[in-house]
Structures are given as structure tokens and as C-alpha cells.
């Protein structure tokens, strides 16, 4: 039986550059002039099959690298009028997926870990999502701007739900990432962003800022 986890069917375009050593503006270059078959998501992320990197690599007379995909993935479900900075720069990391509605989640292949979902969405409050039938069947639901999260919310049935008071960040992310165990996800490490120059004040600035996760009673 073919299995999943081992072959997947497409790839990113930070994934490819990373296991190339390119950067990513030459794979998304690459993918604009034809030298990889990719589609766009709705998102409009670009995703690279995984049969094109492997025709690539023969053609150059190499074996095609393993990209990253022991980790499970990060989704975020974030309204498609309402990116911002951080969403943008989380798109570009290796294990995080930005995604706008949840059929986003049907065509990955990869486990995912953990789907962090915005409370200001209106409609995911209104029905389940039905994730039993995608890779996100197991993951952990991180609820964030969790101040505006009904108490009618259909997100309070979810088996694993954990809440955020703040807003979506790079931090908050890294944070889960470093922070998250299989037993108890619920320790957060943060990693203050300071300007140049003011490292003098880094243990302050850490000390004001420790977003945190809390489990939904």
C-alpha cells in the first residue's frame, strides 16, 4: 500500500529553494519560465510536484534531496481580506502553511500538528470544520484572538483545543514550535524581535512579551 508520508505529491516553493540551496526568488523564477510544473493554491501559494523537482534533478545528473517532512505541519486558517506582515512572513517558513478555508487541507499529504484558526472568523463558529477526512484529523486546534471566541462557538468540540488571547505572530508560532511536546503542548518559548542596538533591554522586552496558550475549560 502506498504510503503518503514518503512520497509527497508536491512541495513548496521554501522547501524546494532549501533543499537546492537556492534561493526562493530563483525557484519562483524557475517555476515562471517553466523549469518546474507547479499549481497555485487559493491561497495563491505555489506548490511544486514533486515529479517535476525529480525530472529536474535527473536532468542535472544528480539524486533529488529529501525535503523536510518528519515534522508535522503548522497550519494557520486566517481570513483571506485580512493578511498581514507576520501571515506573509510565515507563509515563507518550511513547516507552516497559510491557508483561507479549510478545503486548503484536503490536497496536503504531511501530518499536520497543529491548525491555529482565528476567532474573528464568523462562519468557523457556525458548524464543525470536518477535519476527520484530512491530514489534520489529530492536530491540535489553536484558537488565537481568542477574546472574540463565542461560547457557542462549534470550535469548542474540537478534542485538543487551545487558546490564545493575541493576535498571530511570528513569535507566537516559533513559540509552539519550540515550546509544543507530544504530552504537553503548553509551555511557549518567545523570541523577542528587537531593532539593532537594543539588545541591552532584550531580558526586559522577553519578560513583556510571553504570549501563551491556554487550555479551553
Known amino acids: ?14 522547501e524546494v529553494a532549501k533543499v537546492l540551496g537556492l534561493s526562493v526568488g530563483t525557484v519562483q523564477r524557475m517555476v515562471e519560465t517553466g523549469v518546474f510544473k507547479a499549481f497555485v493554491t487559493q491561497g ?22 529529501q525535503a523536510s ?21 510565515l507563509s515563507q ?6 491557508i483561507t478555508q479549510p478545503l486548503d487541507l484536503m490536497g496536503m499529504r504531511r501530518d499536520i500538528g497543529a491548525l491555529f484558526i482565528d476567532a474573528r472568523i464568523a462562519w468557523v ?11 489534520a484529523r489529530d ?8 477574546d472574540h471566541l463565542p461560547a457557542s462557538s462549534a470550535l469548542h468540540a474540537a478534542a485538543h483545543l487551545l487558546t490564545v488571547p493575541g493576535d ?22 518567545t523570541r ?11 531580558q526586559s522586552a522577553h519578560a513583556h512579551h510571553k504570549p501563551s496558550l491556554t487550555v479551553a475549560s
Not at 481580506?81 to 501571515?87: E, G, P, Y
Not at 463558529?125 to 470536518?130: D, I, N
Not at 492536530?139 to 481568542?146: G, K
Open 93 to 98: 517558513w518550511g513547516d507552516v502553511r497559510v
Open 44 to 65: 495563491g501559494h505555489r506548490r511544486i510536484l514533486a515529479s517535476s523537482l525529480d525530472q529536474f534533478c535527473q536532468a542535472q545528473g544528480f539524486a533529488c534531496p
Open 139 to 146: 492536530a491540535r486546534i489553536v484558537v488565537y484572538n481568542s
Open 125 to 135: 463558529h457556525e458548524a464543525p470544520l470536518h477535519l476527520q477526512d484530512t491530514s
Open 69 to 89: 517532512h518528519g515534522k508535522p505541519l503548522i497550519c494557520i486558517l486566517h481570513a483571506s481580506d485580512q493578511m498581514t506582515r507576520a501571515l506573509a512572513q
Open 168 to 189: 498571530i505572530s511570528t513569535d507566537l508560532v516559533f513559540g509552539y514550535l519550540m515550546g509544543s511536546t507530544d504530552r504537553h503542548p503548553l509551555s511557549i518559548a
Open 1 to 14: 500500500m502506498k504510503n503518503d508520508k514518503l512520497s509527497p505529491a508536491y512541495f513548496s516553493t521554501s
Open 192 to 202: 523577542p524581535v528587537l531593532p539593532l542596538g537594543d539588545s541591552a533591554h532584550l
